[in-house]
C-alpha cells in the first residue's frame, strides 16, 4: 500500500493540465472538450483498491450520469503488467464501464498530475479547477463499513455550485507501475 505525496499534484483551485488520450472505444478525449464538471481518476484493472472501491465509483458515476463526466485513467506499464494493457482495458470496458477509460500509454499526464496511486481522484469544478483530491471513502474493503462518503459528499458540493469540505483526503493504492 502506498500513501500518495500531494505536493505533486496540482493545487486545490488551480487549473490542470489539458491531455488528449485514446480512450478504450475508439474516441480520442480531450479533458477541454468535456463541458462542466468532470471527475478524473487515474486506475487499472488489476490493483485490489481499485477492485475493492470499483462498484462504488461506477455507482457514482450513474448518479451522477449527464451531471459530471467520469474519466478513468489507466496509466501502468503493460509491459511489465499485461492485465493493464490496452487491450485488456478494453475488455474491461466491454463488460459495461459507465464511464471513459482513456489509456495513458506514455504517462506523460499521469506525470504532470502528480498521480502516483490507484485509484487517485481529482474533482474539477466547472472551470476545470480542482475542487477536490482524494479518495471514494474510507475503506475499499468493505462497501458497509464506509460509512465515509466522501467523494459523493464533494460530488454533490460541485454540482451544487459549492466548495466541497473537506477538499483533499489521503488516498491508498497501489503505486502506479511507472516504466523503468
Known amino acids: 500500500m502506498i500513501t500518495a505525496d500531494f ?39 488489476h490493483c485490489p483498491y481499485v477492485v475493492g472501491w470499483e462498484g462504488r ?22 509491459s511489465r503488467y499485461l492485465d493493464d494493457s490496452f487491450a485488456r482495458m478494453k475488455e474491461r470496458a ?11 500509454a506514455d504517462q506523460d499526464v499521469s506525470r504532470a498530475w502528480g498521480a502516483q496511486v490507484t485509484p487517485e481522484f481529482y474533482l474539477l469544478d466547472g472551470d476545470h479547477h480542482l475542487a477536490y483530491h482524494g479518495r471514494v471513502d474510507a475503506s475499499h ?16 458540493a460541485v454540482v451544487a455550485g459549492q466548495i466541497p469540505r473537506p477538499r483533499e483526503t489521503e488516498v491508498q493504492g497501489c503505486s502506479i507501475k511507472w516504466k523503468l
Do not use: M
Open 7 to 45: 505536493s505533486k499534484a496540482p493545487a486545490i483551485g488551480a487549473a490542470v493540465p489539458d491531455f488528449t488520450l485514446p480512450a478504450t472505444d475508439g474516441r480520442e478525449v480531450t479533458l477541454s472538450a468535456l463541458p462542466g464538471p468532470v471527475l478524473v481518476f487515474f486506475t487499472c484493472n
Open 57 to 78: 465509483v461506477q455507482q457514482l458515476a450513474l448518479s451522477y450520469a449527464g451531471q459530471v463526466h467520469f474519466v478513468g485513467i489507466n496509466a501502468n506499464d503493460a
Open 94 to 104: 466491454q463488460k459495461g464501464l459507465p464511464y471513459l477509460y482513456l489509456h495513458d
Open 141 to 156: 474493503q468493505n462497501p458497509a463499513a464506509a460509512g465515509d462518503p466522501t467523494l459523493h459528499q464533494a460530488l454533490a
